[in-house]
């Protein structure tokens, strides 16, 4: 697969391989997990699996936003939809299973969805469409909760407002790294997500769980130099936190960023699909903001969402404990086209990526 990488980047690929080689032989069995779709889309794209000796193994760990979102949330919006309310939300949000049906099922039922590039689209509908009432389905990760409290903090139109589900992933990095049977040995962090939040919240792993952790970049061969730095870590026996994405990853992250999100959000325990409940993980609008939350201005009440389908194994395949292979309902009654599970709609999931490369092979 290296050969499938332009010739400069292919030379150095394999040069960083042998390194990785050497450093792997001093080592019996290495587990390294990221926490990120895009590095999955990457990894699997390029091959780069095929590339590491065998006692090195790279896992997916809950790095799409789209599938970690609860089914109760989905419900929620389906429920705001089907009640007249017109929700707005990004494309891969669309066919994502809540516990009964999707919103793409409730679209087909005569519900007002409409698929939206980001949240400045839902402001302008709702300025141009002032008899009706909308609602931005805001899902993401640190990487897009910025664009959701900006258009907060500028007062939108009386007529949106907002189910806040973006979710923070070094809490649920604490939750894998916790995990006894997962016995993982590194952390690659998200490059996306640290552009954001900068590279201290990934402190905690090497200096209190002795994790080596690197945050890296979405190229074949940032990847190939984060596994390079966990290998070293380990064979010195230093764990620490390293930033191989330098060229976008600031130490401090953005900062006005992080100001804007802790002045819109405040930071709850909630569900994740996969995972259950983890501390101070998912943002909610803050008291002063609550005119906005669509929860509370439309009455939304659900039952607790069934997140996982009969014998769909999302939950696992979300952690790495499994590959989506091993799943059995994998590629045959969970297909892109029909998925039962969370991680098989989305071009970050797991499932989704490893179809769609073995259909390009």
Request: glycine share 8%; net charge positive; charged share 25%.
């Amino acid at each position: 697969m290296v050969e499938s990488l332009r010739f400069r980047d292919a030379t150095l690929a394999k040069r960083v391989v042998e390194k990785i080689r050497r450093f792997a032989s001093k080592q019996e069995t290495v587990k390294i997990c990221h926490v990120c779709g895009t590095h999955e889309w990457t990894i699997t794209h390029f091959g780069l699996r095929s590339l590491l000796p065998s006692n090195v193994e790279v896992i997916a760990g809950p790095g799409c936003p789209v599938c970690i979102v609860p089914a109760s949330e989905f419900d929620e919006a389906i429920q705001l939809a089907l009640k007249g309310k017109v929700v707005a939300c990004f494309g891969d949000v669309l066919r994502v299973p809540g516990s009964k049906m999707s919103l793409l099922d409730a679209k087909a039922e005569g519900a007002d969805v409409r698929v939206v590039y980001g949240v400045g689209d839902a402001v302008k509908m709702a300025r141009r469409e002032k008899d009706k009432e909308f609602v931005f389905f805001a899902v993401g990760f640190e990487t897009t909760a910025p664009s959701t409290a900006v258009e907060i903090v500028k007062k939108p139109p009386e007529n949106l407002s907002f189910l806040v589900c973006h979710r923070l992933i070094p809490p649920a990095m604490k939750v894998l790294v916790e995990m006894k049977d997962l016995s993982l040995n590194g952390f690659v962090a998200p490059g996306h997500v640290s552009t954001i939040i900068g590279v201290k919240p990934y402190r905690v792993f090497p200096e209190v769980y002795g994790m080596p952790t690197v945050v890296a970049g979405f190229e074949p061969l940032d990847v190939l130099f984060g596994v390079y730095m966990i290998l070293k870590q380990l064979s010195e026996g230093k764990p620490r936190l390293e930033n191989e994405y330098v060229r976008a990853v600031r130490q401090e992250g953005n900062v006005k960023a992080q100001e804007l999100m802790k002045k819109i959000f405040e930071v709850v325990d909630d569900n994740w699909r996969g995972l259950g409940v983890i501390p101070s993980s998912t943002f909610k609008l803050r008291k002063e903001y609550e005119t906005f939350d669509a929860q509370l201005k439309h009455g939304v009440k659900v039952e607790e969402g069934v997140d996982i389908q009969p014998g769909c194994k999302c939950h696992l395949v979300i952690i790495g404990k499994i590959k989506p292979t091993e799943c059995p309902l994998f590629m045959k009654a969970c297909t892109p086209q029909k998925p039962v599970g969370a991680c098989m709609v989305s071009n970050e999931g797991t499932c989704r990526i490893w179809t769609k490369v073995s259909q390009q092979i």
